[in-house]
């Protein structure tokens, strides 16, 4: 692992020699489909050019992330970088309109939002490009196909996945050897503190396979900054729009925070700074994906790499919570 002058670190993704800092940058945040996205272009762009300052080179996207609009915000705001230096990152299997062949991951709608893809971010390639989902419509087979085409014509670099089940992963990881196919280099679970679910699913594959990890909301929907409190109504973050994020508050939960509570306490750090350190101490993980709505909130989760954490801490913090699986838990 290299550091960069400004403190930023660097990794490989998985067993392929691809840079990634070990903090990646999620763009659903800049669009305006949901209440608390920031819908605004020059704040969404602030908080990008910010990021590209402080070394983080891994930007994280997908089609669907307001019907593009994230898309194309990315495309203005790295207008004038070195486009050698950034790892983009986008992502397809959603509904991109109402009529058909707009959704999944069959050959034509890959290949059609590949190339949409290219054009709002501005760019000749795409460095990972991901499946959202997996598609129980469409073959696995015509899946990797596609995407293989994708990366022989030069459009794409490296191929990615995220969430689904451990099998699923497997049996993808399998048809691309034998069909000489390439390969899913990188995986996107939900995994954080409170979230552990995964420990029982795609982790044990990715360990396995040499697959990089790069875990999105790993703050939890923000649960994890420590800006909830129990037996108070949130009025205001995402947890007052988003019932994923409110079913996080379970006595459970609230003890695993009181506990990074009580360690950033010890460390001079904040809630969130001590949830991303404990992520980037995991040997499977490469670069969680951090979806800051401001400056502030960036240099904030940006300090984490600094944050070092003992056996006995990592223990704390784990103490509260036992991982199990379930379809449920795994969001599918």
């Known amino acids: 692992m290299n550091d960069a002058d400004d403190g930023m670190e660097y990794t490989t993704l998985g067993t392929t020699g691809l840079e ?34 402080l070394g983080i080179n891994f930007l994280d996207t997908a089609n669907v992330y307001s019907r593009g609009e994230s898309e194309e915000i990315v495309g203005r705001a790295i207008e004038g970088y070195d486009r050698s230096e950034l790892v ?19 050959r034509k709608h890959i290949i059609d939002q590949c190339e949409a893809s290219l054009d709002r971010l501005g ?4 460095d990972l490009y991901q499946i959202h989902r997996w598609d129980d419509q469409t073959p696995i087979e015509e899946t ?12 794409v670099r490296y191929i990615g996945a995220s969430t689904m089940m451990g099998w699923q992963f497997a049996k993808a990881l399998y048809e691309s050897d034998l069909n000489d196919y390439e390969r899913f280099v990188s995986m996107q679970p939900e995994y954080s503190l409170v979230d552990r679910h995964e420990e029982e699913n795609l982790l044990p594959v990715c360990a396995d396979q040499g697959v990089g990890v790069v875990p999105w909301s790993p703050l939890a929907g923000g649960f ?14 995402r947890a007052a729009t988003d019932e994923h994020t409110r079913e996080r508050f379970t006595e459970e939960n609230w003890a695993v925070l009181d506990a990074v509570r009580e360690i950033a306490a010890e460390k001079d750090a904040s809630p969130a700074q001590v949830s991303l350190a404990w992520l980037l101490h995991k040997p499977v993980v490469d670069a969680p994906i951090i979806g800051p709505r401001s ?20 223990e704390r913090l784990e103490a509260p919570k036992t991982p199990v699986w379930s379809r449920a838990t795994g969001d599918l």
């Open 295 to 314: 400056l502030d909130h960036l240099d904030e989760n940006a300090g984490a790499v600094s944050v070092s954490l003992t056996d006995e801490e990592i």
């Open 224 to 237: 994890l900054t420590g800006k909830y409190e129990r037996d108070a109504e949130p009025e205001s973050g």
């Open 123 to 126: 760019t000749d390639y795409i």
């Open 88 to 106: 983009l990152a986008t992502k397809v299997y959603g509904e991109m309109g109402e009529g058909p062949n707009q959704g999944g991951l069959s």
């Open 20 to 53: 990634v800092s070990t903090l990646c940058l999620g763009c659903m945040n800049f669009g305006s489909d949901r209440p608390w996205m920031i819908d605004d272009d020059e704040k969404s762009r602030a908080v990008i050019e910010r990021a590209l300052d």
């Open 144 to 155: 990797l196909s596609a995407l293989n085409h994708l990366v022989e014509e030069g459009l």
